[in-house]
């Protein structure tokens, strides 16, 4: 007997638009309708058995109009061919989500009022393969779990869990406990509420998909529906599809003291590329925040043509490849054997730091590592820390040592702050 396959979905949040897209990006086409509007057409070539959602396919109440015509559509593909669709209420769409299946043909949505209901889907014989177990919102906040009034029994058919829930510390969604979900007899768990998708549990199953699109710079990774196939004795495998068409990133280049702006970028672009290949096959736009980092010659270069990467635009076989955020922390290059001695700040801090690891001798500058441990340990008497030595009893006064690593970075930090005013730009 074969098993069934179930789409699985949730945080659609169609009438929400993703944030921070470049400009010459349609945010229409990679829009949450428009991944909602793709996602009956895989169900259909892939022939699944039903489609959940596991709430908040709609943003707001707000959107009923918008979100109306986008549900509707989808329902009637589905049903044209044979896929029933299921969906729970979450906390966005608790107030609309109702209306909707009032008024939607095909939309079949569980757990009206925060009671739950189910539904069964058939195999080819016309038995009972699996039960579909569904909880909605029944207002914009629910502080208690919705196992709390699980009451439908079990009639030895495998159950599927659907539920928008929060496995985290907040309260006012629906919180559940893993162990609790785990613990159920539910053959797997389909949750809503967290954007970011994966396994919560492994056996049984707890799935969050996450956002079916990504909707802004902070939800990086992969996206897109599930499936589970669960089969007549209650297995179930999971397979992210990837489905995702954005794809947000955040990218890190670490720069060494030799490279030039040249060199960084040049450097930025073979990371990009890579980072292409981890991406779905689906993926047409790969939006990046670019964070640079380092001790770099180029440090004063980088400030000052920050517009230059800010334009960086790449093509890598049907991905496009656009900056949309830089963050530059690099900071300058300095030849410290070069500098130390010198009659100048600058020199003084080199010759000290150098000192301090150990490639200078200590001897000159024993005077300012005294003063420092003194001021540290003046510090740590002060009435600021008279609390915290009350109530650590593992608190011990600041040793020699960690001053000297206090010293080090402060030294290394005023060194940064003299290169840069004075644009030095030497080797390290």
């Not at 939607?104 to 038995?127: C, V």
């Not at 690891?357 to 002060?382: F, K, M, N, W």
Request: charge should be negative.
């Amino acid at each position: 007997m074969t098993s069934l396959e179930v789409l699985c979905t949730a945080d659609i949040h169609i009438g929400r638009r993703p944030s921070r897209l470049p400009d010459r990006f349609d945010s229409a086409e990679l829009s949450p309708r428009q991944a909602w509007a793709d996602l009956a057409a895989t169900a259909v070539n892939r022939d699944v058995d039903a489609v959940v959602v596991a709430g908040d396919l709609v943003d707001s109440e707000n959107r009923y109009a918008e979100a109306f015509g986008a549900v509707e559509s989808v329902a009637t593909t589905l049903a044209e061919a044979d896929i029933p669709l299921v969906a729970v209420a979450g906390n966005h769409d608790a107030g609309v989500l109702p209306d909707l299946a009032d008024a939607i043909d095909h939309l079949q949505l569980l757990g009206r009022n925060g009671t739950w209901e189910r539904q069964s889907l058939a195999g080819e014989d016309g038995e009972s393969r699996l039960h579909l177990d569904g909880w909605s919102f029944p207002s914009q906040y629910h502080h208690e779990s919705p196992l709390a009034t699980y009451d439908l029994s079990d009639e030895g058919v495998p159950r599927l869990g659907v539920v928008h829930a929060d496995l985290s510390d907040e309260d006012r969604y629906a919180p559940v406990d893993v162990d609790d979900l785990a613990a159920s007899g539910h053959v797997a768990w389909v949750l809503g509420h967290l954007h970011v998708p994966g396994r919560r549990h492994d056996n049984p199953p707890v799935l969050y998909p996450g956002s079916l699109q990504p909707l802004d710079p902070s939800e990086t990774g992969g996206h897109g529906a599930w499936v589970l196939s669960v089969g007549a004795d209650g297995t179930v495998d999971t397979e992210p599809l990837g489905s995702a068409t954005l794809h947000y990133e955040e990218v890190v280049v670490s720069t060494t003291p030799e490279q030039d702006f040249h060199d960084i970028v040049d450097a930025a672009h073979e990371q990009l590329r890579d980072v292409v290949t981890e991406c779905g096959t689906e993926t047409e736009l790969l939006a990046v925040n670019l964070v640079i980092e380092g001790r770099t010659a180029a440090h004063t270069d980088l400030r000052s043509r920050r517009g230059e990467l800010e334009g960086i635009e790449l093509t890598d076989g049907g991905t496009a490849i656009r900056v949309i955020d830089v963050d530059i922390n690099t900071r300058p290059s300095i030849d410290l054997a070069e500098r130390a001695g010198d009659e100048d700040p600058i020199g003084y801090l080199a010759g000290l730091l150098r000192a301090l690891d150990g490639d200078e001798p200590l001897d000159p500058y024993q005077d300012v590592i005294e003063a420092a441990h003194a001021c540290v340990r003046e510090t740590h008497e002060s009435n600021a820390y008279r609390e915290l030595k009350s109530h650590d009893e593992s608190y011990t006064r600041p040793t020699e040592a960690e001053t000297k690593d206090v010293l080090r970075e402060q030294a290394r930090q005023l060194v940064d702050a003299f290169v840069e005013q004075q644009g030095v730009t030497a080797d390290e």
